[in-house]
């Protein structure tokens, strides 16, 4: 399994930014895919997932409102929509996936989110 993340980059607080992932092979419906992120200094948090048969979402507390995931399976892409961005998810986010929760078994390579205040 292969992961290819993309977006990401610099955005004033109160800005959009949205991520891509891309994942390879054959996807199955049970399959989760996910976002988490690290700051610097900070462990590693889960930010959001979704479930590729039936769409089901999750939200981290921190962003619920603000982001939304989603994912087109005839691209076996996921996405990350960020609004209303704050300093405080200024963080490296990776893309991952796994057949299980939390979907974490396979990860991307790391695209950097920055928002200045």
């Known amino acids: 399994v292969q992961l290819q993340a993309s977006g990401g980059g610099l955005v004033q607080a109160g800005g959009s930014l949205n991520l891509s992932c891309e994942r390879s092979?054959?996807?199955?419906?049970?399959?989760?895919m996910g976002w988490f992120r690290q700051a610097p200094g900070k462990e590693r948090e889960f930010v959001a997932s979704?479930?590729?048969?039936?769409?089901?979402?999750n939200y981290a507390e921190s962003v619920k409102g603000r982001f939304t995931i989603s994912r087109d399976r005839t691209k076996n892409t996921a996405y990350l929509q960020m609004t209303n961005l704050k300093p405080e998810d200024t963080a490296v986010y990776y893309c991952?996936?796994?057949?299980?929760?939390?979907?974490?078994?396979?990860w991307g390579q790391g695209t950097q989110v920055t928002v200045s205040s």
């Open positions: 979704v479930r590729w048969g039936y769409g089901t979402v």
């Open positions: 092979g054959r996807i199955f419906s049970s399959a989760i």
């Open positions: 991952t996936t796994g057949s299980s929760w939390p979907p974490d078994q396979y």
